[in-house]
């Protein structure tokens, strides 16, 4: 079945500890991207990838790290997370970019609450 | 600065009904539009789409109108049915060749359809 798959699906952590959110997809896809969704603002991308080893900052990249070394995973690193980090984070990826016939496709999200 | 806006957060449909989601657009430089549809618990997923040099996409009850000059486009469920209650995403991307995965959401529209 293809997907995309987040890891963990709920995480309750503390300020300053590093975490990784995994993602992990099994279509191929070239692209990839991280959202975050907060009440009243939608989605807002975070990172994307358009390649292996390509990586460029969305609208809210500040305080995340991600890295792409194969095509298949995208993690997400928060390596010194804070309170304004709770939210729920989604991973997205499609064949080509987002400009394109190619929609995207989500996983089912990580919540995150840092206290 | 929101680029993408769905000033209506909520809306709530008959049975049967026609539904009329709104989203309006600052960037002229957008090329392509997209819907998503959420519910609860799971990701999005992508509804129809439309590239700027078109008007009108159709796709069974779904249909999306696209007015450039007005930069406002509207999503147009008929017959609306009771399974379409979901938060539907509006979200828009533009080709810049460093800029090409950017993918901008709107708020989100909460539709009730109500049997």
């Known amino acids: 079945e293809a997907q995309v798959t987040q890891n963990p699906r709920y995480l309750i952590t503390v300020t300053g500890k590093k975490l990784t959110v995994t993602c992990s997809q099994n279509?191929?896809?070239?692209?990839m991207s991280w959202y975050r969704q907060d009440p009243g603002l939608g989605l807002r991308q975070i990172y994307y990838s358009m390649n292996v080893e390509v990586t460029d900052k969305g609208d809210v990249p500040e305080g995340y790290k991600v890295s792409r070394k194969e095509k298949r995973n995208f993690p997400l690193i928060l390596e010194s997370p804070s309170p304004n980090q709770t939210s729920l984070y989604f991973c997205a990826s499609s064949l080509e970019g987002s400009n394109s016939n190619q929609p995207q496709h989500f996983g089912d999200g990580t919540r995150l609450s840092i206290l | 600065d929101q680029q993408v806006k769905q000033n209506s957060p909520s809306l709530s449909v008959q049975e049967g009904r026609i539904s009329i989601l709104n989203c309006d657009y600052t960037n002229s430089m957008f090329d392509y539009f997209l819907w998503y549809k959420k519910y609860p618990a799971e990701g999005p997923t992508f509804l129809i789409s439309?590239?700027?040099?078109?008007d009108k996409n159709e796709d069974g009850r779904f249909t999306v109108f696209l007015n450039k000059s007005a930069k406002h486009l509207s999503l147009h469920i008929v017959p609306s049915q009771p399974g379409d209650s979901a938060v539907y995403f509006c979200a828009a991307s533009y080709r810049i060749y460093n800029q090409g995965g950017k993918l901008i959401f709107g708020q989100g529209t909460e539709l009730s359809v109500k049997p």
């Open positions: 439309i590239s700027s040099i078109k």
């Open positions: 279509m191929n896809h070239e692209y």
